[in-house]
């Protein structure tokens, strides 16, 4: 059990609350993961529902400010900062320290600490180990500010190992078809690969030109994802070349005619909400992988249970599942109702 070794002093309302812009800190006058451009803005990582261009001032990882520089440019904001884990920082008399999150490379926790308060607002996290990224490091905090994307109780992920070698069955059992992995571009396609290597997969696999980058960027901070090649109609001479190879895309792209140059494929989609049966059904899914980058349920109450904070605050997700499991475990809880994340598409 973590418990903070203070006495709290001030209000956490008073500290962090909701805001149109996102969750604002009047002490330090910034804003974690605006949804709008700030004078100052704090993110936790580099997805495009919590880092957006445009604020005056951003404060990340170093990782993440390299990720927005690749999807944003150059001007994703007038001045930058690096953050390093567990480095704290002064803002305005606010202590602030990133730690890391577990979710995808460079994302972080960020504990905002004043007047004897500490409140960690956690971004979106998971806890099972994942080469790709630092793991979740768990801190001692008076109120943890969680996601609840998966929470509800019917959502418990299987171990990656086991979708993995459902996928590798697939391509030995149907070697003159190719796959398609539908993975989001930052994380999840990284993660995908990175567990094939794992799993002892050692042949090329290909990629849909808006993944090229990022998969670049995570080689180049020391990801291991083996050979990768891009999956144009160049790097073949017929359909049929692409026969038993693995392809890794968005998932627009396999709906898209995009798709339509590789032979019979077998459509594969990396995502927590492949747990929805009937979701994967009206997607028109034949292999679903039910692979998430964040908590799922048992998780979620794991790491609540194991902070033991005085108050949990839930956003963006299944907000009232959780809250009533605090609850009924006599922990103090609400729903921040924040707008402008995305909880659909497992990111």
């Avoid at 909701?18 to 993110?43: H, K, M, N, Q, W």
């Avoid at 001045?79 to 890391?100: C, E, M, R, W």
């Avoid at 349920?297 to 956003?315: C, G, H, M, N, R």
Wanted: proline share 7%; hydrophobic share 40%.
């Amino acid at each position: 059990m973590l418990r903070p070794d203070y006495v709290i002093s001030m209000r956490p309302e008073e500290l962090l609350h909701p805001a149109p812009e996102g969750l604002y800190c009047p002490a330090g006058d910034f804003y974690i993961d605006p949804v709008r451009p700030v004078d100052r803005a704090l993110i936790t990582h580099g997805h495009a529902d919590h880092a957006r261009a445009g604020s005056n001032h951003v404060l990340a990882t170093s990782q993440t400010l390299d990720i927005m520089r690749i999807r944003f440019g150059e001007h994703y904001a007038r001045t930058s900062q690096i953050a390093d884990y567990g480095k704290p920082l002064n803002i305005k008399g606010v202590t602030v320290t990133f730690y890391p999150a577990g979710h995808v490379l460079g994302s972080a926790q960020i504990a905002v600490e004043y007047q004897g308060t500490r409140i960690v607002a956690s971004g979106d996290y998971k806890r099972v180990a994942d080469k790709t990224c630092a793991p979740f490091e768990p801190v001692a905090c008076d109120v943890f500010i969680t996601e609840a994307t998966f929470g509800l109780p019917v959502f418990r992920h299987p171990r990656p190992s086991d979708e993995i070698t459902k996928l590798l069955q697939s391509l030995q059992l149907l070697p003159e078809r190719s796959h398609i992995v539908g993975a989001y571009a930052l994380g999840k396609a990284q993660r995908v690969i990175s567990l094939l290597r794992q799993a002892g997969y050692d042949a090329p696999i290909y990629l849909h030109g808006a993944l090229e980058k990022l998969c670049q960027y995570y080689q180049s901070q020391g990801v291991a994802l083996g050979e990768l090649r891009p999956a144009t109609s160049e790097t073949t001479h017929q359909k049929t070349d692409f026969a038993g190879s693995l392809i890794i895309a968005p998932p627009a792209a396999m709906a898209d005619r995009w798709s339509r140059r590789f032979p019979d494929p077998v459509s594969c989609y990396a995502s927590g909400w492949m747990r929805i049966h009937q979701r994967a059904k009206q997607s028109g899914i034949e292999l679903p992988l039910i692979l998430s980058d964040h908590c799922d349920w048992d998780e979620l109450t794991d790491t609540i249970t194991e902070l033991s904070p005085s108050q949990v605050w839930v956003t963006h997700g299944r907000e009232e599942a959780l809250v009533r499991w605090c609850t009924l475990n006599s922990i103090a809880a609400k729903p921040l109702h924040l707008v402008g994340y995305e909880d659909e598409a497992d990111i």
